[in-house]
């Protein structure tokens, strides 16, 4: 049986993957230039499209690539990786409530955090996110060469 996603399911993950990348990259040039002016358009459409992309991005990884590690690690192994991912979707999820809490805040003209903590708040967020993307990435690199394998 074919374990692998079709080329589409990937295609969806790697296009949420490249937006969740852009978004890292708006983060980290508002954390690069704090303290100053946020356009109010651009806090905005973080608030209205992070979580969601997030949050699809997701769904796909524990639809398309946890069944995968199962069948291919094994049993203990892959519960072991899920949890750890489960816990890391749960916290990413935090974080960028967090952010968008933050950047409504701003957007209303201030906010309960220092320019400090934000930058913090942002880099933490952009910086764990990309690591993320690019072990997922390599999870699914091995999940395919594996299935070459066989």
């Known amino acids: 049986m074919n374990m692998m996603p079709k080329t589409g399911e ?3 993950l790697e296009e949420n993957y490249r937006e969740l990348l852009s978004w890292c990259s708006v983060l980290e040039a508002i954390a690069d230039f704090l303290p100053c002016r946020i ?8 608030c209205s499209h992070l979580l969601p992309v ?8 524990e639809r398309l690539v946890f069944p995968r590690m199962e069948s291919s690690l094994g049993d ?3 519960t072991d990786a ?23 805040e701003l957007k209303a003209g201030g906010s309960r955090l220092s320019w400090d903590s934000i930058g913090y708040m942002l880099r933490s967020f952009f910086c764990c996110m990309r690591r993320h ?3 997922e990435q390599e999870m699914l690199g091995m999940l395919k060469n594996a299935k070459l394998a066989q």
């Open 10 to 12: 990937f295609a969806e």
């Open 39 to 46: 356009d109010e358009r651009v806090c905005e459409r973080i």
């Open 54 to 61: 997030l949050e699809r991005t997701q769904a796909l990884e």
């Open 76 to 78: 203990e192994n892959a």
């Open 82 to 104: 899920i949890a750890r991912r489960r816990n890391d979707h749960h916290r990413d999820r935090n974080a960028a409530e967090e952010i968008v809490v933050t950047l409504c």
């Open 133 to 135: 993307i690019a072990a």
